[in-house]
């Protein structure tokens, strides 16, 4: 691949990628989320959103010719073979139907004669064969035979694998974080196979997070960030620490320290306490977390995706189901009741603007005012004696009003529908529902996730600022460690479902990135 | 005004207007100019539009808190309207006559319209997402049962029970004697004494302009509030601290009952209680009205139930006798079946959209 560039309308995110994989090499490819591996794959994929986009530029060889997918078809044809992150099987199919789904070989029979091949009857007896040899290339022990649905998961992966596997013409196997749902054994055994395949002259590009992985398997390590390549080095060359650096290390040198940290204070009081609590949310699974948070602060809790972050705020205030306990100001909090958190003055908002946080064809006065309505009676007239509680039109204004003049809400007017703001301003208006809220405590989960940077930094100013003013304890859930050392006093990072560690934000990233894989399942 | 404004122009009234909505009303407009034309006394069809709106108007109005907290078109109507039934035939039964028995048909219709609604709501809560399709089912099933029930239930009142066996209710009995037009003669202004054919139910008008003002403010209050807010995003809804399903169950129970009282004021407007299979015809006019008033499967207000009742209702009463005298073949049910189902089936295929 030569200096292949992508944008996403005008936001840069790939600049510059080169690199270069020969036949039978096993190449690895780390960076953070969001560092550009997907996109660069879905370029050599062929994937149709990089071409409803506006295409990249750039461009690929293979075997020397030049070559440019329209559609993930010309990329098979081409013997690109890619296992993407989710399934994409059939439950009710075995894993022979699967591996060689519309691939089938076929016999020709009677009706078809007459009616044309497409009502050729399966060869079951070839596809048996197929499918075997596709898995014995794999070198795992499959049952051929056995259901998707009734597969353990990382079953489910191996077929996946054996699907590519089973085409003839597979030159280069693309696995995106292949061994992310496996337990160690299996993932084990998938280091093992990738070696098999690459002994047999397949070349495997391969998207971990787990870095002893790439340092077991392959020959050649290529670490991303932010859209560069930034290094490509002989894996027999590098550790793990290095990588680590190389992953999080932006501008090492000049990084800007938080600017106005708080004084270290390990005795102010612990304001919420959480134990051992656990969340079953769904790819972002909580396992075992206790964090204790200081009255006053702002917490950052980091770590990579799918490693428990969000899990956390989601289970406290009672959107997924958890167990453990929660303690706050004292008192314990019941689980998997939102009603409950909110009246104890605790307020969230949630990384999923658009389903949880905001009310989509509503006015902007309603998605500031609802909850604090609802759960304070605020913005209420009472008529008849407190029978009827009438809503107060001329308040509500008043709020939103406020707050758009504060967090500089671009709107036409507070009447207007929260689903014509740009991102940056609907996340401010999920930020103005929680301060209408006052609460005592605000968990904030990825605040500038999809907002660009300038809205980012007056989303961070607005919420510092919040916590200073009013001395509300904030959590602030982010995949940015950048913006997380930048804003918070302290940062837990979560790794594997569990708190991997809690540093000031002044210690240096490499130590964060160290702790963001140290557990990493 | 040169091309491009007025095509501008145009295209924004369809916006905001509705394309259908926007037919319907010019084919109404129609009707009404044809009508002298053809011969038929135009206050008469004002008199006949005003009657069926009035009779109408409730049924419609049963659509909008289920919409509001997102459970759909309530198709499930007839639920509502068995517990009027129930309600109005016990009323008789228990041998109250004139506008008494209509206050006592409401009275024992609501803890049936809260029996069946909950019920109804519980099951709706099960199956979100397909409300709909389920929602008629429970209607076709509810009203067969009901049709064992007629037979089965031992009523004695000989005004309503089966002529010659005196075992199970009529199909269809007149309310002369009990609550026929108990409401729309309350202050009823009738022209003909002076020569012109126009009579205004004016208290039939009035009790729905009631509940159409009780519903508007209830949606206006913290509880309404929380309905539309229900219906807009369950789960924004869920985080901020309503129990979504307690919520949609009011919504049920509030339009079971208004389906209830619907009935009611359908049965004294017309003159007859309709029972058995009755109670299936009711659903689509009332689901099609409501639409063609500018509501979606989410969105709906008064102004939609309205306008809607009004534009249905009138294309129904007008049809008849200005397209027969047109064209002189009857095809004023064809043109009802097409523009119900077919206004029905314009709405389910854009779920989101809506007019003001």
């Not at chain 1, 392959?218 to 859209?227: F, K, S």
Request: glycine share 10%.
């Amino acid at each position: 691949m030569r200096g292949i560039k992508k944008d996403f309308f005008g936001n840069q995110v790939l600049t510059d990628i080169n690199f270069t994989l020969g036949a039978g090499q096993v190449l690895g490819l780390c960076g953070e989320n969001g560092a550009g591996k997907s996109t660069l794959m879905k370029i050599l994929f062929g994937m149709d959103v990089i071409r409803e986009t506006g295409g990249y530029s750039g461009d690929i060889f293979i075997n020397g010719e030049k070559a440019a997918f329209n559609t993930p078809f010309d990329a098979l044809a081409a013997g690109i073979g890619m296992v993407h992150q989710e399934f994409s099987l059939i439950p009710g199919f075995t894993a022979t139907e699967n591996i060689l789904l519309n691939r089938e070989p076929q016999k020709k029979n009677v009706i078809s004669e007459v009616f044309g091949e497409r009502l050729n009857t399966l060869d079951y007896k070839e596809m048996d064969r197929r499918a075997a040899a596709a898995i014995e290339k794999m070198g795992v022990e499959i049952d051929a035979k056995m259901v998707i649905s009734s597969m353990p998961v990382g079953h489910k992966q191996f077929t996946e694998i054996a699907r590519e596997l089973s085409k003839d013409q597979l030159k280069l196997l693309i696995l995106d974080e292949p061994t992310a749902v496996l337990t160690e054994k299996e993932a084990e055994a998938l280091l093992d196979s990738i070696r098999g395949m690459a002994a047999r002259g397949i070349s495997v590009i391969f998207i971990t997070h787990r870095l002893h992985e790439i340092l077991a398997v392959c020959d050649q390590v290529v670490v991303m960030r932010d859209g560069h390549v930034v290094r490509d080095v002989p894996a027999g060359q590098t550790s793990v620490d290095d990588i680590t650096r190389w992953m999080v290390g932006r501008d090492v040198q000049t990084s800007a320290a938080p600017t106005e940290a708080k004084e270290e204070n390990a005795s102010a009081n612990v304001v919420m306490s959480i134990k051992h609590l656990w969340v079953d949310m769904p790819g972002e699974t909580v396992r075992d977390v206790s964090l204790d948070v200081r009255e006053g602060e702002i917490l950052g809790i980091g770590g990579l995706a799918g490693q428990g972050k969000l899990g956390i705020p989601n289970g406290v205030m009672g959107l997924y189901e958890a167990g453990g306990t929660v303690e706050f100001d004292g008192r314990e909090i019941p689980l998997n009741s939102p009603r409950k958190c909110l009246d104890a003055s605790l307020a969230f908002v949630s990384e999923d603007r658009r389903e949880v946080g905001l009310l989509l064809d509503e006015s902007l006065e309603w998605n500031v005012a609802f909850p604090a309505m609802q759960i304070q009676n605020k913005f209420l007239k009472n008529l008849l004696g407190g029978l009827v509680k009438w809503r107060d039109e001329k308040a509500i204004h008043k709020v939103t009003q406020k707050y758009v003049d504060q967090l500089q809400i671009k709107c036409t007017s507070t009447a207007q529908k929260a689903k014509e703001l740009s991102g940056g301003n609907q996340q401010k208006i999920c930020l103005a529902k929680a301060f209408a809220l006052e609460p005592k405590f605000l968990f904030v989960s990825e605040p500038t996730r999809g907002i660009d940077v300038g809205a980012k930094a007056l989303v961070l100013n607005a919420l510092r600022q919040f916590n200073r003013e009013s001395g509300v304890t904030v959590v602030m859930i982010s995949s940015e460690l950048e913006e997380l050392r930048q804003t918070c006093d302290r940062i837990a990072i979560i790794s594997g479902g569990r708190v991997a560690g809690i540093r000031p934000a002044t210690d240096s990233s490499e130590e964060f990135g160290a702790l963001m894989v140290s557990q990493v399942i | 005004m040169d091309k491009a404004e007025r095509q501008n122009w145009f295209s924004q009234l369809i916006n905001t207007y509705g394309l259908p909505r926007l037919i319907i009303t010019g084919f109404l407009l129609f009707l009404f100019i044809m009508a002298p034309i053809t011969g038929s006394d135009l206050p008469t069809q004002f008199t006949n539009v005003f009657n069926r709106f009035s009779w109408n108007a409730v049924l419609v109005l049963a659509m909008v808190p289920m919409i509001h907290s997102g459970c759909g078109l309530n198709f499930g109507i007839p639920l509502g309207v068995l517990a009027g039934l129930l309600g109005g035939t016990l009323a008789i039964e228990m041998g109250f006559t004139g506008p008494m028995s209509f206050v006592v048909a409401i009275l024992m219709a609501t803890p049936f319209a809260i029996l069946f609604g909950g019920g109804y709501g519980a099951l709706l809560n099960r199956i979100k997402g397909g409300e709909m399709m389920v929602a008629t089912y429970v209607g076709f099933s509810a009203v067969s049962f009901m049709c064992i029930m007629w037979l089965m239930i031992p009523y004695k009142n000989p005004s309503i029970v089966m002529a010659y066996t005196g075992v199970g209710l009529r199909n269809v009995f007149a309310l002369d004697k009990f609550y026929a037009n108990v409401l729309s003669d309350f202050l009823k202004i009738d022209l003909n004494p002076i020569g012109i054919n126009l009579v205004i139910p004016t208290g039939s008008l009035l009790f729905i302009a009631l509940l159409a003002v009780g519903i508007w403010a209830f949606f206006h209050t913290k509880t309404g509030t929380a309905m539309t807010a229900v219906g807009s995003n369950p789960a924004f809804a869920r985080a901020s601290g309503i129990n979504v399903d307690r919520v949609r169950m009011l919504s049920v129970i509030l339009s079971t009952w208004l389906g209830a009282v619907g009935v009611l004021v359908y049965q004294q407007g017309f003159g007859f209680a309709q029972l058995y299979t009755a109670p299936y015809n009711l659903t689509m006019p009332a689901v099609a009205a409501i639409l063609i008033g500018g509501a979606s499967v989410n969105k709906a207000s008064i102004g939609n139930v309205i306008i809607g009742t009004i534009l249905f209702q009138g294309l129904v009463t007008m049809t008849p006798t200005v397209i027969t005298a047109l064209i002189h073949t009857d095809v004023s049910e064809v043109i009802r079946i097409i523009v119900s189902n077919g206004m029905v089936v314009y709405a389910l295929t854009r779920k989101t959209e809506g007019a003001k």
